[in-house]
């Protein structure tokens, strides 16, 4: 069974460093990438970047190039978004994604982090 | 940037009924859109892939179609749990959107 688990909620202050964390199972870790979504309190989705877990390349979306990292760890099957230094407008569920390497559909997604910046 | 339009924001049904919602992109993306569902407090889940390939475990009374700029996410009888927020997104460019979403909910 292909599950995505997200590391759970966190509270921080504006201006403190942060890293969640998305683990895959279930399937080829290194042959499928992984995107970040942003999902702000009762708003929509917001495509932030990927990376594919075999060469760690990666793409932002320029909204949120230089305020995030994404990254991974293929040898846990992990990947992770940090953030520097946090502001209060980073308030938000955060989802990672499964996608089909060439650009595919997001076809599984983990349960959500919820960050919350105070 | 692809952007992605979905009128209205609301739309009113009762079980039953036949839903019929419309996802506008404001320039081709021939047929790189898929639709998703998100109830509160879940994740979203893949309905359709390329405009019309049905997700696997996706109820049939589910369908999609479309291409090009204009594309339809029909539900052909609603179920309680059928209610729900509905996005479409774009893969047709390296820059991933979405639209803004369509909630169906009870009349």
């Known amino acids: 069974e292909v599950q995505l688990v997200q590391s759970g909620a966190e509270v921080k202050k504006p201006g403190e460093s942060l890293r969640i964390s998305c683990q895959g199972s279930?399937?080829?870790?290194?042959?499928?990438?992984i995107s970040w979504v942003r999902q702000k309190p009762g708003k929509g989705l917001e495509w932030m970047g990927r990376?594919?877990?075999?060469?760690?390349?990666?793409n932002y979306n320029p909204s949120f190039q230089g305020h995030v990292t994404i990254s991974t760890d293929k040898s846990i099957r992990s990947a992770f978004l940090q953030w520097s230094s946090l502001k209060a407008s980073d308030t938000a569920m955060y989802y990672c994604?499964?996608?089909?390497?060439?650009?595919?559909?997001?076809?599984?997604w983990g349960q959500g982090t919820l960050v919350t910046v105070s | 940037e692809i952007m992605l339009t979905q009128s209205p924001a609301t739309l009113s049904f009762s079980p039953g009924e036949r839903a019929t919602l419309s996802c506008r992109a404001s320039?081709?993306?021939?047929?790189?859109l898929a639709w998703y569902q998100q109830k509160p407090g879940q994740a979203p889940r893949l309905l359709f892939s390329d405009a019309s390939n049905r997700a696997t475990g996706i109820p049939a009374r589910f369908s999609g179609s479309g291409s090009g700029t204009d594309f339809t996410l029909t539900i052909s009888s609603l179920e309680p749990e059928d209610f729900a927020v509905y996005y479409c997104?774009?893969?047709?460019?390296?820059?991933?959107?979405f639209g803004p979403g369509t909630k169906v909910d009870f009349k």
């Open positions: 320039q081709s993306v021939s047929s790189y």
């Open positions: 994604a499964r996608q089909q390497a060439g650009n595919g559909d997001f076809d599984y």
């Open positions: 997104q774009q893969r047709s460019n390296w820059l991933l959107t």
């Open positions: 279930g399937y080829s870790f290194t042959s499928y990438w």
């Open positions: 990376i594919d877990p075999d060469d760690s390349y990666t």
